[in-house]
Structure formats: C-alpha cells, structure tokens
C-alpha cells in the first residue's frame, strides 16, 4: 500500500470516528425519536392507609444512536398525589430536561401512601405519570386500591375486648392480651399482621368465624411477590398462664409459627380448642405444642416446614383432620407431618413429662419421597404414655414403637382432590373420587359436622379427614 493510500484510509477511519462519536453526543429532535417504556401501567394491591406500599419501578429506554433530552416528566397529580415518584435518585414530583444517553435507560420509582377516607370498603386511588420529549406526550398509569383499617402498634388488651368485621386490623410491633384479659373477634374480621408482629396470649382468645365468613390471619403485604410467602407475620403464641381459648372458622396463612401452645392448662378444659380451621404455609411450623393441651377437630393443616410438632409431652386430641405436605418452591418437604414426644431439652438435659395423645379419623400424608414414615412418636423415661391412632390414613413404612394403630390404613394414597403444586393449588378434599381409601372408613364420633359445614353422612361411618364426601 502506497503511503497516500494509507494516509487517506488513516483520514476516513478518524473521520468516522469523530463523526460517530458527535453523533453520540448530539440529541435527537425529531417527533419520531424512540423512546420505549417498561411498563404503561403500574398497579398496587391493598394498600393500608397510612402504611405505606411497596415500591415499584418502570425504565425508560433511549433507543437511538443519539442521546435524547426528556423535556418534563411528571407526576401528574403534583405533591398533593397519593403516589410519590423518585427520578434516577431524584424525588421529586417534577424534573425537568433529563438526558438519556444513547441507548441508554434511567429508571422511575413509584411508591404509593394512601391517606384515610370515612368509608369501610376499599377504594381505588388514581394517577398518571407524564413524560414529555420533542413534543411528544406518553403516559404511565397508576392505580392502586386504599382500605382503610384500624392500626395498633405494641398494643396491650386489658379488660374484655372485642373487635367486629367491620375494618381490617393491621398490627405492628406486636400485640398482647393481659393475663386477666380477653380478646373476641367476630365472624369476618382480617387482621393482617407485620413481620416483626406476635400475636402473644396470657389470657384469653376467643375467635367466633363462621363458614364463609371466617377470621382471616396473614401477614399484611398483599402486593403479588409477597401475599402468599411464609414467614409473613410471627405467628399466635398461647403462653403458661393462658386459658380457655377457642378458635372456629378461622384461617391462618403464612405464618413463621402459626400456633404455638405452651405450658400445661390451668383449668380442666384444654389451652386451645380449635374447630374448622385452616393452617396453611407457615414456614417453621402450622402447631408447635409444649407440654400443653389442644383439642383440635375438623382441621387442615397443610403444606408447612413442620405440620405438627408436639414436645414435652401433654394432653391432646385431633379428630378428622387432615395433616398434609407437599413440596413446591417455598417447602421441600422433609419432615414428618406429624412428630410428638414426652420430652425435651433443656440446658443439656432432657425433662420428661406424662404424655396422652388420641389421633382418631384423621390424615396423615406427604410427598416427594424423602419421608417414609410421616409419623413419628418418641418417648423417654418411665412417665405414663399414651398415643394411639384410631381409622387413620397414614403413609407410613415402619410402624412406631411407642404408640398403638388400630383400623390404620397404611400407604395409600388419598386420592385428593386438586394438587397442582405448580400453581400452588391445592384442594384436599375427597369427593370426586368414589374410591378414595378414606371414604366411609372413620369411627362414629359427636362431629355433626366436617371442614365446609356440611353434615357427616348420617346412619354411615364418616370419611377420613377433615372433610366430609357429599
């Protein structure tokens, strides 16, 4: 190559250069520039008033060669808008000539505190998002729904307290019933609890739910990504001096530890009672007992880090009830759904203690493969000890030594409904399949009635489980 030739090519690849990289550096200003939003619309689910929301996110993409000059993007409702807006690290309701590099992108944050209104019923708050560049308009939608709800933080009941259905209660902190006190809650109430909020018992708890109106507890982010994650709120924790407690109709989701019982009772009636009830996707545990008492009937406790768990020893009765785990992508399922025993450790020692324990009619089953026996039963020591099992389903290979089965039907499966562990869907019911090996296959008790309230076959044995095939 000549030197002229290589001086020239040398000139063209340096005016390329220069030319490209001016490009780059000068703006965009035709109406027909492209500019592409992640989103044209962000919503929010329940949100508390005066709580606060989630924050979401959208990105506005430059998708030019060249850098484009964003004129205005604004909150169209100003300050005095519900939703609050935060502009590549600026918050602020309006900024004005941003620049977005060349095939570049910033982003918007959106979060949203929703001011209490005199109604009951949720509503719906409105607001958009301008953005505006070389006279063009485009819009980002915001909607979210407001409820308003009744707010306690580090509360204390004291006295006989009762709280209707009438508004959601949100707890924060914590909450404790006094030794001497009580806490009522109608049919219908939701009470949504913080993750850093126990519900703490020294008295008296007594839940009134009825069928299709039962008392909800969960934890108190609904946005999407979190409503359904366990370990949402702390849990119900029934402490030694606590007494006489009644839960009916009553679901509780999501919890770290959705019951715990501690300490024997006071009286002759058992700590808890707990009647129709639902425990689904608690985290460490659905009901950890400590040498305490629990009558529990027609009750589901299902998909949790462990099911049941008893120690200590203690007086208990489970009648038709379903114990049940499945693994999904919150749970691998590795325990037993069910494990008791009379003992615990303490300081390095083990405490024993009397232990009496009747299983009648009910569910024991897992999945996955990696539980053979979703039962166990421990005992230490000479303190009397009573477990037996009574017309139960049990996946189970290896009876246990400690305790006595009786008309058990081993490793069959329920045959349950709907498990679609996919989309998380799970219906333990047993009525589309005549021969599921739970049907007709109890012992009578005084339950009139299963898990839906509807009627036990009358004049034939009942089914297995907390719930009844019509």
């Not at 914590?174 to 703490?200: F, K, W």
């Not at 009747?358 to 005992?379: A, H, L, Q, T």
Request: charged letters at 20%.
């Amino acid at each position: 190559m000549s030197k002229a030739i290589f001086r020239f090519t040398c000139y063209i690849i340096i005016c390329t250069g220069i030319f490209s990289s001016c490009k780059k550096d000068s703006f965009i200003t035709t109406g027909d520039a492209n500019l592409v939003l992640s989103s044209d619309s962000i919503k929010f689910d329940t949100v508390f008033t005066t709580a606060g929301s989630v924050t979401r996110s959208f990105k506005i993409f430059n998708d030019n060669n060249q850098k484009l000059l964003l004129s205005k993007i604004k909150l169209m409702g100003g300050s005095s808008s519900a939703f609050h807006i935060n502009i590549n690290g600026q918050s602020t309701p309006e900024a004005n000539d941003i620049e977005v590099a060349a095939n570049d992108s910033i982003y918007v944050f959106v979060s949203l505190t929703v001011d209490p209104t005199s109604g009951n019923l949720p509503f719906i708050i409105s607001d958009s998002i301008l953005i505006n560049y070389n006279g063009n308009n485009r819009y980002v939608q915001l909607q979210a729904y407001g409820q308003n709800a009744h707010f306690i933080r580090n509360g204390l009941i004291t006295g006989n307290v009762t709280w209707t259905a009438t508004l959601p209660w949100v707890i924060l902190g914590s909450l404790r019933v006094d030794t001497t006190a009580s806490l009522t809650i109608e049919a219908g109430a939701r009470i949504y609890l913080h993750a850093d909020a126990p519900l703490i018992v020294d008295g008296t708890l007594i839940i009134q739910g009825e069928k299709n109106n039962e008392v909800q507890f969960r934890g108190d982010r609904l946005d999407a990504e979190y409503r359904d994650l366990p370990a949402s709120w702390p849990g119900i924790y029934f402490r030694n001096s606590s007494k006489d407690n009644t839960i009916r109709f009553a679901i509780l989701k999501n919890a770290n530890q959705a019951l715990v019982v501690e300490g024997p009772s006071v009286n002759s009636n058992p700590k808890l009672t707990l009647q129709q009830c639902v425990i689904d996707n608690a985290f460490e545990a659905g009901i950890i007992c400590v040498n305490s008492s629990l009558d529990a009937s027609n009750t589901l406790v299902s998909n949790c880090g462990n099911n049941i768990y008893i120690e200590g020893g203690g007086n208990y009765q489970f009648t038709h009830c379903t114990v049940a785990a499945y693994s999904n992508s919150y749970f691998l399922h590795t325990n037993p759904v069910l494990a008791a025993s009379n003992y615990r450790t303490d300081n390095g020692g083990i405490t024993t203690a009397d232990m009496s324990a009747i299983f009648r009619n009910c569910i024991f089953w897992g999945d996955n493969g990696s539980v053979d026996d979703e039962i166990f039963i421990d005992k230490e020591g000479a303190n009397p000890f009573s477990v037996s099992f009574e017309n139960c389903l049990i996946k189970l290979v290896n009876d246990p030594a400690d305790a006595i089965l009786t008309s058990v039907i081993r490793n069959e499966d329920p045959l349950f409904d709907s498990i679609d562990i996919t989309h998380k869907y799970y219906d333990f019911r047993t009525s589309k399949n005549p021969l599921a090996p739970g049907v007709d296959q109890g012992v009578l008790t005084s339950l009139p009635k299963d898990l839906d309230d509807q009627p036990r076959n009358a004049g034939l044995l009942p089914d297995m489980g907390s719930y009844e095939k019509q």
